[in-house]
């Protein structure tokens, strides 16, 4: 990695931190996915008996807080970008660096490097967490050392960088922070998440198979669905998307005006 | 030194900058003059590749800004103080735009000191009046110590102190030999600080010329004429200087309006206009008036 870009990333760091508002969301988020997910973990060992082998305790322990967590984690990766449209803000930093390959690509690797830490730290605490309420409830708990399980915790910290780096991009693609979180919620939450009730069976079926963080969410689960895809194949999935969306983001930003 | 050659910038079909050209030569202020919506800004932001031309180039001390690996040691820009994160404090602010140049925090001190923030470092620069956000535009642009400085309207929301503070500044970095390009929409303001003055008027240059020639224009003479090809000339012969306004229109120096009238009449060109002009200001508005963007109504 040369220095400039190590000087653009330390740049983007300093950005991050010393707007007030960004680590106490960040420490927010964190503390939304590890209770909400003790939360759903309850409620779900409660009825561990009627959901018999496919009960997945790894999977349960993480999913449930996620599901709030990643909003925001999203709508921070957007106001990486859209923060300086709005402050005009953006001028400057390209004034500063001319080179916008390397501003966009320090706000990415930047950005993903806070929600791969902030991430693994919530998934961690939530598994951990979440292991103790189900022993509580009467199943049997997970441990990090059996099959699956280490990939499926860790593989949620990467889930949180890819929806991150989705947020910067559409952040970036759209330069409006109300469009843009709009845009990760419904592409991360409404579509995947609400859609598949209210769509045709086939539609809701594929989607909940192919649609980018459905499929990058298998990489949590360690009782395998066979009409879904490999945690690895799923994720990766996701990943191809996401690289995608950052590609048309650097795109974009190269050829535009400020 | 800035070289601006035959620059041109078209937003849709309206043409912001058109064929621009001219140099910024240092040891000296340049004032870049226009009316609003000239094009100084878009012509500005086109030297630090934010806008990229339709055709036409820039270059710095020979060089691609775009292509500088540490832009802000050699050139730094105050193009709109209003460009900051409000929710950030001033010393926050200028320490991320210090540290994408590997500028150390303790320059940032420096220059806080130097704009007279100092007292303010830890404020957030949403609570800073226009003046003090117009300082800490002027202390990012100076982090890096560069040789080459742009000011788009610096004196913007300045009160009479900090106007005379931002003059000595100016001068002084001059003075240093390095290279200024100041912008204003008022002339009154850059006869008191340039040395040099590029006008322009729709994008086009209206004149590039020395302080010093421009305020010898006193006895000034603005004249339009029916065909101006046959007067010019007779007007050259008989001693005047001629200097092209955008429309037709045309500043004569060394000559009064009883002798271009008289010429007029030998050559048998009809003056539509023949205007003395009084005033440093009276010539600047004379030269761009019909370049004027937006314009109020006759009362």
């Known amino acids: ?258 | 030194m800035i070289r601006i050659d035959r620059l041109t910038k078209r937003f849709g079909d309206r043409t912001a900058v058109d064929g621009l050209t001219f140099t910024v030569e240092p040891g000296r202020v340049t004032g870049f003059l226009g009316p609003n919506g000239a094009g100084k800004s878009t012509t500005m932001r086109m030297v630090l590749g934010l806008d990229k031309p339709n055709s036409g180039s820039v270059t710095i001390n020979g060089r691609d800004y775009v292509g500088m690996t540490r832009p802000m040691r050699e050139v730094g820009a105050l193009l709109n103080a209003h460009a900051v994160h409000d929710r950030r404090t001033a010393r926050n602010h200028l320490l991320c735009l210090a540290q994408t140049n590997g500028i150390p925090g303790r320059r940032v001190d420096e220059v806080l000191e130097l704009v007279g923030l100092e007292s303010v470092a830890h404020k957030r620069a949403g609570s800073f009046s226009l003046g003090m956000g117009q300082r800490l535009g002027i202390a990012a642009a100076l982090l890096g110590d560069p040789q080459v400085l742009l000011f788009d309207e610096p004196v913007n929301g300045l009160d009479p102190e900090g106007i005379k503070w931002i003059r000595e500044l100016m001068r002084g970095l001059a003075g240093e030999n390095r290279t200024l390009l100041v912008s204003s929409h008022l002339m009154s303001e850059m006869a008191q600080t340039a040395d040099h003055l590029v006008i322009i008027g729709k994008g086009k240059l209206i004149a590039d010329i020395g302080i010093g020639e421009f305020l010898r224009q006193g006895s000034n003479v603005l004249v339009r004429a029916d065909d101006q090809d046959r007067l010019v000339p007779r007007l050259v012969e008989a001693g005047g200087s001629i200097q092209q306004g955008t429309d037709g229109s045309f500043i004569v120096t060394g000559l009064d309006t009883r002798q271009i009238g008289k010429i007029a009449l030998d050559v048998g060109v009809v003056l539509t206009e023949l205007t003395p002009q009084r005033s440093l200001e009276q010539a600047y508005m004379g030269l761009t008036r019909d370049s004027v963007e937006f314009q109020a109504g006759a009362a």
Request: charged content about 10%; proline content about 5%; overall charge positive.
């Open chain 1, 1 to 258: 990695m040369s220095a400039a870009i190590a000087d653009t990333m330390r740049s983007e760091w300093t950005k991050f931190r010393s707007i007030p508002s960004n680590l106490p969301i960040l420490l927010a988020t964190v503390t939304v996915m590890v209770g909400a997910s003790a939360l759903t973990t309850s409620r779900a060992s409660e009825n561990h008996q009627a959901v018999g082998a496919a009960f997945d305790p790894t999977y349960i322990s993480m999913y449930g807080g996620f599901l709030f967590a990643q909003i925001s984690v999203g709508a921070l990766g957007v106001l990486v970008v859209t923060s300086e449209y709005a402050t005009g803000m953006i001028r400057t930093s390209l004034t500063v660096v001319p080179r916008r390959g390397r501003l966009l690509a320090a706000k990415v690797w930047t950005f993903g490097l806070i929600a791969l830490v902030t991430g693994e730290v919530a998934a961690f605490c939530s598994f951990l967490l979440g292991q103790i309420m189900i022993g509580a409830g009467g199943a049997s708990p997970a441990t990090l050392d059996q099959p699956g399980v280490l990939r499926a915790v860790v593989g949620m910290g990467l889930v949180w960088v890819l929806v991150g780096l989705i947020g910067v991009a559409l952040g970036c693609l759209l330069r409006n922070t109300m469009a843009a979180t709009t845009m990760v919620t419904a592409v991360n939450f409404i579509i995947p998440i609400i859609g598949p009730r209210l769509m045709p069976a086939a539609v809701g079926e594929w989607v909940t198979t192919y649609w980018p963080i459905s499929a990058g969410l298998q990489v949590i689960t360690t009782a395998h669905h066979p009409e879904r895809l490999a945690p690895w194949t799923g994720f990766g999935l996701m990943t191809a998307c996401t690289a995608a969306l950052l590609m048309a983001a650097f795109a974009v930003f190269r050829l535009r005006d400020v």
